[in-house]
Structures are given as C-alpha cells and as structure tokens.
C-alpha cells in the first residue's frame, strides 16, 4: 500500500468514526514545528486570565458607575446627568480608541470599549430625555440607536476589533427592532411581524458567525450561532400553537438546525436544536396523544423518544462535530 492509498483509507476510517483525530494525533510524534506554535502554556494562561481579569474589571466599572450616578442624579443637573453618562460613555470609548492604536496586541483597548459601550446607549436615551427631544417618540430612539450603530461600525472599520464589531450588531439589532416598532406604532400592530423579524435576525447572526470563522472576528462565532439558532428556534416555536402548518414545518427547520450544526460543526446549534426538538415534541404529544391514548402511556413514550434525541445528539456530536 503507497502513502496515498494509507492516507486515503486513514481519511475514511476518521470521517466514519471508526478513528478520531485524537487517536491518531497521540501516535504522531511531536515535531519541533508543532511545538514552537503551540506556545508556552503559562504564556496561554497568562493571556487568559488577563483577558477574563478585564472583562470583569470593565463590568465592575460599569456597575459602579451605575450606583454612583444614582446617589448624585438628583443634584447634578441637566448638564451633569448627560456628562456622567453619554460624556463618560464617550470619554471610555475615546480612550479605548487610543490605547487600542497604541497597542493593538493588548486588549485593554477593548476592555475601554467595553465600559463605554455599555454606558453609551442609555446615555443617549439620557441625552435626549434632559434635551426633551422626543425620547418618546419611537422614531427619535430608532434613529439615535442607528446613529450608535453607525458609530462603532465606523470605529470598527478603522480599528477591526472584535468587541467593536459585537456592539454595532447589538445596536444594529436595537435599530431594527426599534425602526419597526415606529413603523407599526398606532396604525398596525402584529407581535407575529416581530416574530418572523427575530428568525430573520436569528439567521443572520448564523450567517455572520459563518463568515468570521477566519478573521478577526472568530472569537464571536460562539455567541452569533448560540443567539442566532436559539432567535430563529425560538421565534419560530411561538408560531406552531394552534397553527398545523407550523408544527408541521417546525419539525423541518428543526431538521435544518441539526444539519447546520454538523456543516458549522457547532455544539450549541446541535444543543440548542435538541432541546427545541424535546419541546416541540412535548407540545404536540400533549396537543394531541394525551386524552387518545392515555397521559400516562404518553409519558412512557415521550420518556422514550427523548432516550433517543440524547442518543443521536451524542452520536452526532461525537462523529460529525467533535474535532
């Protein structure tokens, strides 16, 4: 057998499962190369603690900001509350600007970012209430929310930061949400309208986290595919009460969720898609086996079919996701 033939047959005994990764890369020997790019493991976690040890600084930060605020809100003024707020908001983002172009390698650029993103929205709301600008017109809040969006997609065209990228989604999302709720408010109000605006929204996250697998931006495919498939599973399952056509659809875009996690190679789409799957099926035993057939009998079988989710969750997880 030449290498070809040994390398050909190796690739189908792993895509089969009958060999996983691991086995073999405890059989290979470690070369020199493998080792220089595996880094020291006190440097891995050095950077690790660091980085977790900023974002609980940034959120201490910002809770204390949050109750210092509240004990001096009533003697501070007008000009006071929005300097407190949106100024300092500001003032953390401007700083987190400047640390990240003077060490870009550092993340204590982002973790300024951090503080001032989390401060900056309700600044703004603050702003326009103390400037009595309409802060209860939908349309002002929408477009305030769209001009935040618009900042940190600028500041992150000209930094390319991950936690930027993150806030300008999260005031993207606000801005839709938002826009929508002006459009329809006091002419034509529908909660369904939201719904499918959250699958859609849900879909688009799974796409964004598709296309930042490889960049920079890689840290944040976790949480776009968690809040993406659970948007689009979630929303989706407010529709199937009382509706046949849904809860017969939902089973396939359930099927659809357990594709995608084997193609994204996912857990938490694989997790997340389980669990609605257990709660669609639930629902539909419930609506519609209980008094046919008995509930205990139902609860027999359901117990059954969820013995078997988990055992293809795990078989899935294990040969088609698991590195």
């Not at 109000?189 to 799974?206: E, Q």
């Not at 529709?239 to 939902?250: A, K, T």
Request: neutral net charge.
């Amino acid at each position: 057998m030449n290498k070809a033939e040994l390398l050909q047959e190796l690739s189908a005994k792993i895509r089969a499962g009958e060999i996983s990764r691991e086995e073999v890369m405890r059989h290979l020997p470690a070369s020199p190369e493998n080792k220089s790019h595996r880094g020291s493991p006190k440097t891995a976690s050095y950077f690790t603690v660091a980085n977790m040890l900023y974002v609980l600084g940034a959120a201490i930060v910002v809770i204390g900001i949050i109750f210092f605020v509240s004990q001096v809100w009533d003697d501070i003024g007008s000009a006071g509350r929005i300097a407190v707020t949106l100024g300092l908001g500001l003032l953390f983002a401007g700083l987190g600007t400047m640390l990240l172009k003077q060490k870009p390698e550092d993340a204590l650029g982002a973790a300024f970012h951090c503080i001032g993103g989390a401060i900056i929205p309700g600044g703004a709301l603050v702003t326009l209430s103390e400037l009595s600008t309409g802060v209860d017109r939908p349309w002002v809040v929408a477009f305030t929310f769209g001009a935040i969006f618009a900042f940190y997609m600028l500041l992150n065209f000209v930094q390319k930061n991950a936690v930027l990228t993150f806030f300008a989604i999260l005031n993207g999302t606000a801005f839709v949400y938002l826009a929508l709720h002006a459009m329809m408010d006091g002419t034509y109000y529908n909660d369904d309208i939201f719904a499918y605006l959250t699958m859609a929204i849900g879909v688009s996250y799974l796409l964004l986290g598709y296309g930042f697998r490889n960049g920079w931006n890689k840290i944040l495919v976790g949480i776009l595919y968690f809040f993406g498939i659970t948007g689009l599973l979630g929303a989706a399952f407010s529709q199937v009460f009382d509706s046949v056509p849904w809860q017969l659809f939902y089973f396939l875009l359930i099927l659809g969720g357990l594709w995608v996690s084997v193609f994204l190679k996912s857990r938490s789409i694989l997790v997340v898609s389980t669990l609605f799957l257990i709660a669609h099926v639930s629902y539909i035993t419930g609506e519609y086996f209980a008094d046919s057939i008995g509930w205990p009998i139902s609860l027999i079988l359901l117990g059954f079919v969820f013995i078997g989710l988990g055992f293809a969750s795990i078989t899935i997880n294990k040969r088609y996701i698991r590195e």
